[in-house]
């Protein structure tokens, strides 16, 4: 097993558990919130595939699937095609409204573009420093596995979610 299979496995189970959370849900179910300042099932997904989106297309130097395949136009949301959640208010959650069909495919199309390139990932280019406003300095891996991590709890409180409003 390479680095690269190791780290595909990993965002491959990232789009497992996406697809497990929404799948069969209603909108309605979607944007339910367990209370006023909780995030929904549907931001979750959305703000973890985003923020995949967003530092691995930075990664590789190309462009975001967001804006470059139109999903921005797509999910029609009140923010800027920057956005990818991070400080978002509980407004801001409530506003994230999207069919399972739009969540799961923004989330396949960004999972392709995401193996795709890991597929060509060398072991060598782990230690090149991506973002020196970090002390110390980020590098690609551990950019890699910051991003895999946060992308597995927010699928993972994903799927809580789902499981509480399926006991309800």
Do not use: C
Request: aromatic content about 8%; charged content about 25%; glycine content about 8%.
């Amino acid at each position: 097993m390479t680095v690269a299979d190791l780290v595909i496995d990993g965002f491959d189970r990232v789009q497992e558990v996406v697809h497990e959370a929404v799948d069969g849900l209603t909108e309605d179910e979607l944007t339910e919130r367990l209370d006023p300042g909780a995030n929904s099932i549907a931001w979750l997904v959305w703000h973890l595939t985003r923020v995949q989106d967003d530092h691995i297309a930075d990664l590789a130097g190309t462009p975001q699937v967001w804006t470059d395949q139109g999903w921005h136009e797509r999910f029609g949301l009140p923010f800027g095609p920057e956005a990818t959640g991070y400080g978002h208010s509980a407004k801001d959650v409530a506003a994230v409204r999207a069919s399972a069909k739009l969540l799961g495919g923004y989330a396949d199309a960004v999972h392709d573009q995401v193996v795709s390139w890991l597929g060509s990932l060398r072991e060598d280019r782990l230690d090149q420093v991506v973002d020196e406003a970090w002390d110390p300095p980020v590098t690609l891996g551990v950019r890699l596995v910051s991003v895999l991590s946060d992308d597995l709890q927010h699928a993972g409180q994903a799927a809580f979610v789902r499981g509480v409003l399926e006991r309800r």
